[in-house]
């Protein structure tokens, strides 16, 4: 079995050929992480080449950045070295002088006394340093090196005790074990949360100290590749939870659920439940406070891949209220149940919504036949209109009346509106009446005038001369009462109240004062 796993990897299963036994789906490899579950960071720095000398000028940061190991394995050689060389320079002192040949002679009196070899030397500078003063072995007055060996001693055991003490109190004193008791929940979920569609998960506390300023912050981690190219590994972008409101700002003397909700702004607003396992991403929260014992800032980090984002689930609660407080239940914090959720994205929910309905859809026929009768309707006004813009008569007039506008506009005028008479067969002056209607108005005259012009009107005038917002304006509008004057139906002077005749063309209104 060994062999065949190192053959075929460690992939390789033992399959079973009995049929009752069920397969389970073969483990999916578990990919490199950007930040470990612990928040520890997968990144290792390489070919620094002699950028390793920046290490050495922050000599403090790095013996603190290094591992406890390293720390006490420096912490010890330091000191041990510092003895070593300081007896032995002793000892060069006395040998020198020859102290070591008159040691046990009363009336000699040597730099150092009773310092008869190197053993001797050493324990005179360790009494000296840690001033631990027995008093058998000291210094005289006879010795003027012995005493600037002395006062270096002293200045240089007390940097020594500075920097090594000092390393190792900060090291002590950093409150990263305080991450240890900052808890987040195994996996993130995805659910609604008051009609939105969020991306959830859970942190906690389990000190009853507080961490004061608490804030909490998100990244995402994936790569992409630009419009222009550009390929971009490890790309970092932004998940907002709460910036703008606040929410982001923790109170964190019980577990709290923090939310990211999925919009248009949002990384993940194109992110459905078929895609999710597709992605490959990776989150990155980040709680950082003050701890409230030390006054120092702690930082707890941890991520959620790809597979530890749960589509419908919901976190259970852990608060219950007992008898004069509230209880935290931490067997529950990790657990979630599944809720109903839309399977979609955001972005195809919102795009199924904007879809207009088929209920407010004009039909086609209804369309074409107000667009045919639009286009048939037209008037002189309009014509002039379109005269102005264009500078003469334009590519949308009839052939036949693009060859009678060299006639002049008034001619131009005074035609339209006999071709329009003439094609749905309706009077609109006296001039152009049957013979027996012409007959009766020379002979009765102005009175009967006007009420043939009236009954023209009535026959049916107005919808070949109205133009297309006027017939529009008509349909809301009721008939107004008419005058004993012919009033041609497209003139804009209908519904101001003023004198009809003044906006029919010259030539008409000769017409009619001739009549």
């Known amino acids: 079995m060994a062999a065949l796993r ?20 073969p483990v999916k490899k578990k990919r490199q992480r950007f930040v470990d579950k612990n928040g520890r960071c997968n990144v290792q720095h390489g070919n620094l080449g002699g950028e390793t000398s920046r290490y050495l000028s922050d000599l403090f940061t790095t013996l603190v950045d290094l591992k406890w190991r390293w720390n006490m394995l420096i912490f ?8 070593l060389v300081m007896a032995s320079m002793w000892w060069i002192i006395a040998y020198i002088r020859g102290d070591l040949n008159h040691g046990h002679d009363a009336s000699y009196t040597p730099c150092v006394a009773n310092v008869y070899n190197f053993p001797s030397a050493f324990l005179f500078f360790i009494e000296t340093e840690a001033t631990i003063g027995y008093g058998y072995r000291y210094i005289t007055e006879k010795c003027p090196e012995g005493i600037i060996l002395f006062l270096f001693q002293s200045l240089m055991g007390s940097i020594v ?16 074990k305080r991450a240890e008791t900052l808890m987040f929940s195994q996996d993130a979920v995805i659910s609604q949360r008051d009609g939105k569609l969020c991306l959830m998960f859970r942190v906690g506390n389990l000190r009853n100290s507080h961490m004061v300023s608490a804030q909490i912050r998100c990244k995402l981690i994936k790569s992409r590749q630009t419009p222009e190219g550009e390929f971009l590994p490890l790309d970092q972008c932004e998940l907002d939870v709460g910036f703008g409101t606040g929410a982001d700002q923790l109170f964190l003397v019980s577990p709290l659920t923090i939310c990211h909700e999925i919009n248009p702004k949002s990384p993940f607003f194109d992110l459905s439940q078929r895609s999710l396992m597709n992605e490959q991403f990776e989150i990155v929260v980040i709680l950082e406070g003050i701890v409230e014992t030390t006054g120092m800032t702690c930082q707890a980090r941890t991520s959620y891949t790809e597979d530890e984002v749960l589509w419908g689930h919901r976190f259970l609660p852990v608060m219950s209220l007992e008898e004069g407080f509230f209880r935290v239940d931490y067997s529950q914090f990790h657990s979630t149940f599944e809720v109903p959720t839309p399977p979609y994205s955001v972005k195809e929910y919102e795009e199924k919504n904007s879809l207009p309905s088929p209920l407010s859809t004009p039909t086609p026929a209804l369309t074409e036949s107000h667009g045919a009768r639009r286009g048939r309707v037209f008037s002189v006004d309009c014509i002039n209109t379109s005269e102005d813009r264009k500078g003469g008569t334009g590519g949308r007039l009839p052939s036949k009346l693009q060859r009678m506008s060299s006639s002049g506009k008034e001619d131009l005028q005074r035609k339209v509106l006999l071709l329009s008479s003439q094609h749905s067969e309706k009077a609109c002056s006296t001039g152009d009446l049957p013979l027996k209607l012409q007959r009766l108005s020379s002979t009765q005259g102005p009175e009967v005038e006007n009420r043939l012009h009236l009954k023209s009107l009535k026959m049916g005038f107005e919808p070949m001369t109205q133009s297309t917002g006027d017939l529009y304006q008509q349909s809301l509008v009721p008939t107004p009462t008419l005058s004993s004057a012919p009033v041609p139906m497209h003139s804009p002077l209908l519904s101001a109240g003023g004198r009809p005749e003044d906006n029919l063309p010259a030539k008409l209104r000769r017409m009619n004062a001739d009549r």
């Open 6 to 25: 190192r053959k075929f990897g460690e992939d390789y299963q033992v399959v079973n050929t009995n049929r009752a036994t069920t397969f389970a789906a």
């Open 161 to 176: 005790d500075a920097f090594l003490i000092g390393c190792m109190f900060i090291k002590m004193s950093q409150p990263k």
């Open 76 to 83: 010890i050689l330091t000191y041990t070295i510092a003895w």
